[in-house]
């Protein structure tokens, strides 16, 4: 191997070591968020929507293909830092079980939906999640 060829590949393995360092340093910062948490489908006692400054929730009908939606929805590496999202508008998902009650607050950013967990993280979801709901409160 000439002098050429060997400067060239410790150049790449440092550029490699420096590019892998470098997403290890950004993954600690901003991690993904955890795996978003759903009840089992047996020990749901209720499950229903509130769009935002709405008095009263609405019981909803298609459970099954929600909860699907819910656990397809993809972590991102935004943070959940507030109570409810700060989106102008949304949609509250309640799901109430014997053990505990889980809120999901489905909205709209920016051309995507996502589903925001209070305190645990921002998922992307599937935009016919947001279909199914706007179909329900109509």
Not at 14 to 35: G, H, Q, T
Not at 45 to 72: H, N, W
Not at 89 to 99: K, M, V
Request: aromatic share 10%; charged share 20%.
């Amino acid at each position: 191997m000439n002098r050429k060829t060997v400067t060239l590949a410790i150049s790449f393995v440092c550029a490699l070591l420096l590019f892998a360092l470098a997403m290890a340093f950004i993954n600690s910062i901003f991690p993904l968020a955890e795996p978003i948490e759903t009840p089992e489908e047996e020990a749901i006692l209720s499950c229903t929507v509130l769009r935002r400054g709405a008095d009263t929730a609405r019981p909803l009908a298609e459970q099954e293909t929600i909860l699907s939606y819910i656990r397809a929805a993809r972590p991102t590496r935004n943070m959940s830092v507030n109570d409810t999202p700060s989106a102008a508008d949304y949609f509250l998902i309640s799901i109430e079980t014997a053990q505990s009650t889980y809120h999901y607050y489905v909205y709209e950013h920016n051309m995507a939906v996502y589903i925001e967990c209070p305190y645990s993280g921002i998922y992307n979801a599937d935009p016919r999640i947001l279909s199914i709901i706007k179909d329900q409160l109509s």
